[in-house]
C-alpha cells in the first residue's frame, strides 16, 4: 500500500501494527497452573490479530519487579521507542494490565497510543457482542476498567473512534466528566436487570418444558462452536443457517447460543455454547459477563471441550475449571471432551473413558460416541418404564406429564398406557404401575 493510499484512507479502517511487550518477573515462583512467560505472549499476539490488528514484532523484559512509574523503568522504554520505530508500530501491546498513570508515562517517552492486554481484550468483546445484553456487558466492564485511569491515560482516551482501544462508550466524554461514568454504569445494570428478568422467563420455560440443557465451556479457539454445529444436525429440523459462526481466532464466539439436538433414544436436548476463557482475563469482564455465564449453572451436564493439539492444555483446563468454581458449577456433571485430535498424526486414537472422549469436530471422529456417552450421562438416573394408570389416578398423569417430557401415551380399555423416564423416587412411588407383560 502507498502512502498516499493510507493517506486516504479513514482512520478507523487503517490496520494497526502492534509491538508485542512482555515482562517476565524472575522473582516469582512459577505454579504448575501458571502459563509461561512464552505461552502467554503467543496468546497475546493472537489477541492481536483477532483485534484486526497487525502483529510486528515482540519483546520480553526479564525484571524482579514491576516499575510503579512506567512497567519496565524509563530506560527499558526508551529501546521499546526506538525497536517501535523501526519496526514502523503504530501501538504498543502490554501482556499486562497497567495502571493509568504507566500508560501516560510510557505514552508520553514513546509518542505511540499505548494499551494493555486488558483493553485489547475489551475492545475484541466490544466489535464481537451482538445482542443488546452482550453489548451492555461489554460497556460496563469498559467503564469500570476505565472509570480509575480517567486522569492517567493521558491522550489515548481523547482518541475517540481511533480503532483499537478507543471502541465503546465514548472516551471524550468519560474524560470530561467522572460522574457521567457512574450513571451510565448505573442506567446499565438497570438495563440489564431487565435484559436478565426477560431471559429468566425464557429460561423457566425451557425449564416447564423439561428438555435437558448441554453447555459447552472450554478455553477459546477450543473448537465448541464447531463442535456444536455438527451435534445440532442430529435433530430433524436441523437447518445449515442454524449453525454457529465458526472462525480459528480467539473469541469468534460470543454471545449465548442455544440450538437444538437429538440423542440416539430420539429425545431431544439443548445445546448452550458459552463465550470461551483464555488466561488473564479482565475480572471485571468475567463479573459482567456472570449473568450469561450463569447458563452454565442451569445445564445438566457440561461437556468441558480442550484443543487436544495445545501444549498447555493442562494449564487452559484448570483455568476453565477456576471459572467453573466460580461460577459455583464445578459440582456438575461433566464430560472432558478433547477436541482436534485429527491434527495429532497418532496411529491409533486414545480410547474413550466414563468421563472422558476423544473427538474431531471438524472431521466427524468419535462424534458419535460423544452422543452416546451424552445420552447416558443425561439418562443414568432415570429409570425408562412402561405405565399403566387406571383412569381414576388420573391425577398422577396429570403429576408426571407435567414433570416429564411423556415419549408416548395412549388411553386403552384398561386406562392410559404412556411411556415415560422417571427419577429414582417417582420410580419408587409409580412403580406398581408398571406394566406387565
Known amino acids: 500500500m502507498s502512502d498516499l493510499d493510507i493517506k486516504n484512507k479513514p482512520e478507523d479502517q487503517?490496520?494497526?501494527?502492534?509491538?508485542?511487550?512482555?515482562?517476565?518477573?524472575?522473582?516469582?515462583?512459577?505454579?504448575?497452573?501458571?502459563?509461561?512467560i512464552e505461552e502467554s505472549m503467543a496468546e497475546l499476539k493472537e489477541l492481536v490479530k483477532a483485534a484486526g490488528a497487525e502483529f510486528v514484532g515482540e519483546l520480553i523484559q526479564n525484571k524482579d519487579k514491576v516499575d510503579t512509574a512506567t512497567y519496565l523503568g524509563s530506560g527499558k522504554i526508551e529501546e521499546i521507542k526506538i525497536y517501535a520505530e523501526s519496526l514502523d508500530a503504530t501501538m504498543i501491546v502490554f501482556n499486562d494490565e497497567l495502571s493509568g498513570a504507566q500508560i501516560r508515562n510510557i505514552e508520553d517517552i514513546i509518542g505511540k497510543k499505548i494499551i494493555d492486554r486488558t483493553t485489547l481484550i475489551l475492545d475484541i468483546f466490544a466489535q464481537r457482542a451482538l445482542s443488546r445484553e452482550g453489548k451492555l456487558q461489554v460497556e460496563l466492564a469498559?467503564?469500570?476498567?476505565?472509570?480509575?485511569?480517567?486522569?492517567?491515560?493521558g491522550g489515548q482516551?481523547?482518541?475517540?473512534?481511533a480503532g483499537i482501544g478507543t471502541r465503546g462508550p465514548g472516551e471524550q466524554k468519560l474524560e470530561k466528566d467522572k460522574r457521567h461514568i457512574l450513571n451510565r454504569a448505573a442506567a446499565i445494570r438497570k438495563e440489564l436487570k431487565e435484559v436478565v428478568k426477560h431471559r429468566e422467563i425464557q429460561r423457566s420455560q425451557r425449564q416447564k418444558n423439561k428438555i435437558p440443557i448441554v453447555a459447552l465451556v472450554g478455553y477459546t479457539n477450543a473448537g465448541k462452536s464447531t463442535l456444536l454445529n455438527e451435534l445440532i444436525k442430529t435433530h430433524p429440523d436441523y437447518e445449515a443457517e442454524k449453525g454457529v459462526f465458526v472462525k480459528d481466532m480467539l473469541f469468534a464466539t460470543l454471545d449465548v447460543t442455544l440450538r437444538r439436538a437429538l440423542l440416539p433414544n430420539k429425545r431431544e436436548f439443548l445445546l448452550v455454547d458459552t463465550v470461551g476463557f483464555v488466561?488473564?482475563?479482565?475480572?471485571?469482564?468475567?463479573?459482567?459477563?456472570?449473568?450469561?455465564?450463569?447458563?452454565?449453572?442451569?445445564?445438566?451436564?457440561?461437556?468441558?471441550?480442550?484443543d487436544a493439539t495445545n501444549e498447555s492444555s493442562?494449564?487452559?483446563?484448570?483455568?476453565t475449571d477456576s471459572v467453573l468454581k466460580d461460577l459455583g458449577a464445578d459440582e456438575k456433571a461433566t464430560i472432558t471432551v478433547y477436541n482436534k485430535i485429527d491434527r495429532l498424526n497418532l496411529d491409533i486414537y486414545p480410547k474413550s473413558q466414563e468421563d472422558l472422549v476423544y473427538v474431531s469436530a471438524k472431521q466427524g471422529i468419535n462424534l458419535d460416541k460423544l452422543v452416546k456417552l451424552i445420552e447416558k450421562k443425561l439418562t443414568e438416573d432415570s429409570y425408562e418404564v412402561n405405565l399403566l394408570l387406571p383412569y381414576d389416578k388420573g391425577q398422577i398423569f396429570s403429576y408426571l406429564s407435567d414433570k416429564y417430557p411423556i415419549d408416548k401415551f395412549e388411553y386403552t380399555d384398561e386406562g392410559i398406557d404412556l411411556l415415560v423416564s422417571l427419577d429414582e423416587v417417582d420410580f419408587n412411588i409409580y412403580k406398581e404401575y408398571i406394566k406387565t407383560k
Open 14 to 36: 487503517l490496520v494497526e501494527r502492534a509491538l508485542c511487550v512482555g515482562l517476565n518477573i524472575t522473582s516469582r515462583v512459577m505454579r504448575g497452573s501458571d502459563i509461561s
Open 142 to 153: 469498559q467503564l469500570k476498567y476505565r472509570l480509575p485511569r480517567l486522569y492517567g491515560m
Open 157 to 161: 482516551m481523547s482518541r475517540t473512534g
Open 279 to 306: 488466561s488473564k482475563l479482565p475480572h471485571d469482564l468475567i463479573e459482567a459477563f456472570k449473568s450469561t455465564l450463569e447458563e452454565v449453572n442451569y445445564a445438566d451436564l457440561i461437556l468441558h471441550v480442550i
Open 314 to 319: 493442562d494449564i487452559q483446563k484448570h483455568t
